[in-house]
């Protein structure tokens, strides 16, 4: 990492990113399936005997969509923003220059997606049903090009497909492998969560108007999750070997009792798959058993399953944060594959040093380890170093780092032999008993030392 990092104890900035991100997922996901449903309940209701009922419903579930969208939909939107510029400012800052166009037009959706939505609630009274009608369309229109540009720029960051540093064509970026089954697959995911949510209110209806909406609600999520199994395989083929390989190695690890946090995210999404039609089925057989408590389970169901996928997704990266191009701690990868590069002193390369650091001290190597590794790794709290480097000794923790890269799921060491050595003696001292960075150095075979 070429800047100063941005230290988050016990869960690690990626952690914090990925709570504020699965929320903005979680109401972006009901906002733009919700969306769809009230067009087409709007529509419906037209052709209702009790058309007015049915829009009286639909102005109610309207009152908590802007709730939920403008408020926490437009803050954890923000507050990505924030928490990945500090997690990581090179990769951010690819983004930015890379897609300058496309957040612009992510902005406007957005903007022209709350205006809509304000039109639609507070025209009520004074709008025709027509005008009601064509709003609520183009309400889910807008919402899901916003979908569909944002899918873009999240596709790329795990395939950039014909995009390489040297050839920054945006559309080769847009536009790549796992665009299309990602776009899909997630306005699927829409579909069901914009139905479940119809669900859960009108848990609240009676006499009935519930069982018809919840009949009509069955008809977005039984289809959709029923055809999301063939988008996942689909997606699954255009992942980047290196994640497919990851997967494999989980789910073949299945029986012996090892499994992957990759394979267990998409075992979770399954999971809750195949829970979800069920469950549906039993509400469109028994409109009556849609209690509150019995629609908002599924509704969190479905949030994990969403859930799954999003980590599958994040796992399925590591350890890039542009795949192929930069690696989650700012290393890029071109670089990587310099010798004359990599193997140089850290401090050297670094574009920002901390100051007044004595080499071989302990500050060194806890610098090296908040440059480095801290993207990834917190020390006590997510994914700890000092549990995964408890049984370390001198000789193997400086092998270890030499190696890093070869675990798959890290990128490789960058610095000298004294870079590593301060680092392993840092962890290592961690534990209670002090090691010298000259003692790890002392424990490393002579054809690695300087
Ligand atoms: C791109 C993210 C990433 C970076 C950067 C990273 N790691 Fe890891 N590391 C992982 C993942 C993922 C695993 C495997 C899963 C786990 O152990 O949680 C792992 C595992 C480990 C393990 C346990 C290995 C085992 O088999 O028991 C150690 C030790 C470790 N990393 C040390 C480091 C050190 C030291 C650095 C910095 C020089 C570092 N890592 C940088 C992601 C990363």
């Known amino acids: 990492m070429n800047y100063p990092v941005w230290n988050v104890s016990f869960l690690g900035s990626g952690l914090v990113v990925a709570i504020i991100a699965i929320i903005h997922v979680l109401i972006s996901h009901i906002a733009v399936g919700g969306g769809i449903f009230i067009a087409v309940a709007e529509w419906w209701a037209g052709r209702q005997a009790d058309g007015e009922r049915v829009r009286a419903f639909l102005h109610g579930f309207v009152k908590y969509f802007l709730i939920y969208t403008t408020v926490f939909g437009a803050m954890t939107g923000v507050g990505i923003w924030f928490a990945i510029g500090l997690a990581n400012p090179e990769g951010t800052s690819l983004l930015i ?263 071989g001290s302990p500050a060194h190597g806890e610098w090296i380890y908040r440059l480095q590794c801290a993207s990834c790794h917190t020390l006590d709290g997510y994914r700890a170093l000092d549990t995964r480097t408890r049984v370390w000794t001198p000789a193997f923790g400086e092998r270890f780092l030499r190696d890093l890269a070869q675990q798959g799921v890290m990128p490789p060491f960058h610095g000298d032999a004294a870079d590593r050595a301060a680092l392993a003696a840092w962890l290592i001292s961690r534990h209670g008993t002090p090691v010298t960075a000259a003692e790890v150095d002392a424990a490393a075979p002579a054809e690695v030392k300087r």
């Open 97 to 359: 220059h890379q897609f300058v166009f496309a957040w612009a037009t992510e902005w406007v959706t957005f903007i022209g997606e709350l205006t809509v939505l304000y039109l639609y609630f507070y025209g009520w009274e004074v709008n025709s049903r027509r005008m009601q009608l064509l709003l609520a369309v183009l309400y889910a229109v807008i919402a899901w090009l916003s979908l569909f540009v944002i899918n873009g720029i999240l596709s790329f960051m795990l395939t950039p497909g014909g995009w390489t540093p040297e050839n920054r064509d945006i559309a080769a970026g847009f536009f790549n492998p796992t665009f299309l089954p990602s776009l899909l697959g997630r306005t699927l995911a829409m579909l069901v969560l914009g139905g479940l949510f119809a669900m859960l209110l009108a848990a609240r209806v009676e006499d009935g108007l519930k069982e018809r909406i919840v009949a009509l609600a069955a008809r977005f999520v039984l289809p959709a999750a029923v055809a999301m199994p063939a988008l996942a395989v689909w997606y699954w083929f255009a992942l980047p070997e290196a994640a497919q390989t990851m997967w494999l190695d989980g789910a073949t690890g299945v029986a012996g009792g090892r499994l992957e946090a990759v394979t267990r995210y998409s075992l979770l999404a399954v999971i809750t798959g195949a829970l979800i039609v069920i469950g549906t089925l039993t509400f469109a057989a028994r409109p009556r058993a849609v209690t509150r408590a019995a629609a908002l389970a599924m509704l969190v169901i479905a949030q994990l399953g969403v859930l799954g996928g999003e980590f599958f997704r994040e796992m399925a990266r590591k350890p890039y944060v542009i795949h192929g191009t930069l690696y989650s701690n700012g290393l890029w990868q071109a670089e990587s594959k310099s010798p004359a590069t990599l193997d140089a002193p850290y401090f050297e390369a670094a574009r920002w040093e901390p100051p007044g650091i004595a080499p």
